[in-house]
């Protein structure tokens, strides 16, 4: 806001080529890359070229991958004889780096006739961001100075590259001078981004200067890894905390459906001073809609408001998501119509709000909206709608829906089979149930078996029952063949034998699941009153 205020003011008055470069700069530090560049083009239009706004308009047009425009501009600098400035250059190199134009990056480096570390550094980057890592070792061999963000740069690439072996071996190598808090952090982050949690942990207790970034970073890594007690243990142990961190908490809990304690942190941190932003709202939205708990929603839906937060597509997807997913499908829809620019996962939501609350139709109807809208569906849209017409019984149109991931290039996995086997098995058509789940390209599992066996018992084909029963005898071959095999299949057979009401079956299974001395975790069920 206080940037279009600013922008208007830059268009009412004339400003010296000073004035509107400062002020292209404080667009950039503001995080608006699109009015720096709209600056920049009204007022060059009324004077020659100022050096030092190039780089920063270079800069604009790299955080919007606006490389059209950045080779506009790279012919202005031509035309214009600033293109020897060092600094001008390495932005060139950098723009071209961050857009994907390699080519053109690599151009303008070799033909710079001055370089600074900077100017490698950028051209290092680039090399990492496209995956091209022996590439950028070379220049890295190449570099007679290096600083410690040459070395950060080369550790952050192959970390992102996923090659923690070599990103660990430059790490080793940083001279002790240069070995600074960053490339500790950026070790840690590449190593929790691989899953690698006890490797992230140690180099993060090796520590001794840490900054609230790499606090952030191993609390996220261990709820994505499930390990909250870990994740609250790290929490815990801090000496202060930002907003960053306690968004880190409350994201963690609502991914792991801990709706309780999403709640409790919230009201916690906002006792502790700090004001919720857009992640803090959509994660209590996520544990609100997860736990059906409608009221508190409906508070933070009016929090929103009074505290004027930005309604960006995280929150509103989070607020169709709640209200979809607690049954108020009115307000979820009121929402949804009023956004301008819907993505694929608004379509969802709504989508799977209409399916689990059992109006099938509207799932369908919407479904058709979004194939005839610019937004494609994806693997969470077609589950949603086979589950819609399995629950209204809609054969036709749950063939025709499966049949229509090809066209979409999407594959389907076992739950859309299993969406589709159970439609065909509630309408009775065993038969094609049955050759569905023998077509398969993976192995059934026990929800996909379970509900043909269920059907058959609804229909009664003994026939058909039995040749279902064989395919769950090869499934127990199959997982009891497998070295790294638990006792897992006893609780998948109990499960089939259970969903198609054979009692007796499914207790032989716990039988020999609990002879095996095999433990299954408690499951608990969340009641709101």
């Not at 961050?98 to 370089?115: H, L």
């Not at 991914?255 to 502790?272: I, T």
């Not at 809208?373 to 077609?382: C, E, G």
């Not at 026939?463 to 199959?478: A, P």
């Amino acid at each position: 806001m206080i940037g279009n205020q600013n922008y208007r003011a830059q268009r009412s008055t004339g400003n010296p080529p000073s004035n509107w470069c400062n002020f292209i700069r404080s667009l950039i530090s503001q995080k608006q890359p699109k009015e720096a560049i709209l600056i920049y083009t009204r007022n060059r239009r009324n004077g020659g070229t100022v050096i030092g706004a190039i780089p920063l308009v270079l800069k604009a047009c790299a955080s919007l991958s606006m490389v059209g425009f950045g080779k506009a501009l790279h012919s202005e600098i031509l035309k214009s004889g600033v293109g020897c400035d060092v600094m001008v250059g390495t932005s060139l190199v950098d723009m071209y780096g961050k857009c994907r134009d390699i080519v053109s990056s690599r151009k303008v480096f070799d033909r710079m006739p001055e370089r600074n570390v900077v100017s490698w550094n950028a051209m290092i980057g680039g090399y990492m961001r496209i995956g091209n890592t022996r590439l950028a070792s070379i220049l890295f061999e190449s570099m007679s100075v290096k600083s410690s963000i040459t070395w950060n740069e080369m550790i952050d690439g192959y970390a992102r590259n996923g090659d923690m072996t070599m990103a660990r071996r430059i790490f080793d190598s940083v001279p002790v001078g240069l070995k600074n808090v960053v490339a500790w952090t950026v070790l840690v982050d590449g190593y929790v981004s691989s899953g690698d949690m006890d490797a992230a942990g140690e180099v993060f207790d090796r520590m001794t200067d840490r900054n609230l970034y790499v606090w952030s970073v191993m609390i996220t890594g261990y709820f994505k890894k499930g390990d909250t007690a870990k994740a609250r243990g790290i929490f815990d142990g801090m000496g202060s905390r930002n907003l960053v961190i306690w968004n880190s908490l409350i994201s963690g809990y609502a991914q792991n459906g801990m709706c309780e304690e999403v709640l409790d942190a919230f009201s916690r941190m906002r006792g502790e001073g700090f004001e919720p932003d857009e992640v803090t709202y959509t994660s209590v939205l996520s544990a609100c809609a997860q736990s059906g708990m409608l009221d508190i929603g409906k508070e933070i839906h009016q929090i929103i408001l009074e505290k004027r937060i930005e309604m960006n597509e995280f929150v509103l997807n989070g607020l169709v998501d709640m209200y979809a997913k607690c049954g108020d499908l009115r307000n979820a829809r009121l929402i949804f119509e009023g956004i301008s620019l819907q993505n694929s996962a608004t379509w969802n939501c709504l989508i799977t709000g209409f399916a689990i609350h059992g109006q099938c139709t509207e799932a369908i109807e919407f479904f058709r909206r979004m194939e005839v809208s610019a937004v494609k569906p994806d693997s969470i849209t077609f589950l949603s709608v086979l589950s819609a017409c399995a629950h209204g019984g809609f054969v036709e149109e749950g063939l025709e829906t499966f049949s229509k991931m090809e066209k979409y290039g999407l594959k389907p996995n076992v739950k859309h089979y299993g969406c589709l086997v159970d439609l065909l098995g509630r309408k009775g058509k065993l038969q094609d149930a049955y050759n569905l789940v023998k077509g398969m390209p993976m192995m059934p599992n026990d929800v996909v078996l379970g509900a043909l066996l269920g059907a058959c018992r609804i229909h009664s084909d003994a026939i058909m029952t039995d040749r279902v029963l064989e395919l769950v005898r090869k499934m127990n071959s199959y997982y009891s063949s497998r070295d790294d095999d638990d006792d897992g299949h006893y609780v998948l057979l109990s499960n089939i034998y259970a969903a198609s009401e054979r009692w007796e079956m499914a207790r032989g299974a716990r039988v020999k699941f609990s002879a095996n001395g095999s433990k299954k975790p408690p499951g608990c069920s969340l009641l709101v009153l």
